[in-house]
């Protein structure tokens, strides 16, 4: 990695994000280009030159954007999540909120119906029409909801790698079994959830 090409990718994503908090927080515009220079940060891992953990970085970032490590740990992987179906600039003319919603929806589509895909490029259709559209065509849920990072990155020996694993895989063919044809982050999801009911069940007062 070369330090002067790691520094202008640093410089370049912090005056963009500060040139954004300055010009309209609230915007839907110029954030998903923010998520591309963020992508870049990490897959390049430029941010090692500055900071010790990429989480580090995102709060340095946080503190000019005005947007949480969250919010742009969320535009990043937006991007990445669809940048086999969208161009940079087809995501930036479409806006963070659609991008948002149909990241959401990959998570059960995996490949995104044409339909879907056309929707989220017309200009007509507003976020809660996509919102719908979705969820009619994928049979999602239709109540709203929110990203939940959970942090789970942390240091385990080999036997606590195979209880958490073995742990996965009993969730995994539980009724009703998690389903392989949804998205890995949404089969995690389904066994954090089945862990949560299983603990739940077992330990709380009135068994509920």
């Not at 891992?45 to 900071?51: A, G, H, P, S």
């Not at 946080?62 to 669809?82: H, I």
């Not at 996965?168 to 389903?179: V, Y």
Request: hydrophobic letters at 40%; charged letters at 30%.
């Amino acid at each position: 990695m070369e330090t002067v090409n790691a520094d202008a990718a640093l410089r370049v994503v912090t005056d963009h994000a500060t040139a954004m908090a300055e010009v309209d927080n609230q915007g839907e515009r110029g954030y998903a280009h923010l998520g591309w220079l963020l992508l870049e940060v990490a897959e390049m891992q430029y941010w090692r030159v500055r900071y010790a953990t990429f989480r580090e970085y995102l709060r340095s970032i946080a503190a000019v954007s005005k947007k949480t490590p969250e919010v742009l740990q969320r535009y990043f992987l937006t991007v990445r999540d669809l940048s086999d179906t969208f161009t940079a600039s087809q995501l930036e003319e479409m806006g963070i909120s659609k991008a948002m919603k149909l990241r959401q929806a990959k998570d059960y589509a995996i490949v995104l119906p044409k339909i879907i895909v056309d929707a989220a490029l017309d200009s007509k259709i507003t976020v809660k029409d996509l919102h719908k559209l979705i969820s009619t065509t994928l049979r999602m849920p239709e109540e709203e909801g929110d990203w939940m990072d959970l942090g789970a990155e942390f240091y385990v020996t080999p036997e606590e790698r195979a209880t958490i694993e073995d742990a996965m895989k009993a969730a995994e063919h539980c009724d009703p079994i998690t389903k392989k044809t949804i998205s890995a982050s949404m089969q995690r999801k389904d066994i954090v959830l089945k862990w949560c009911m299983e603990f739940l069940g077992a330990h709380s007062s009135d068994g509920q």
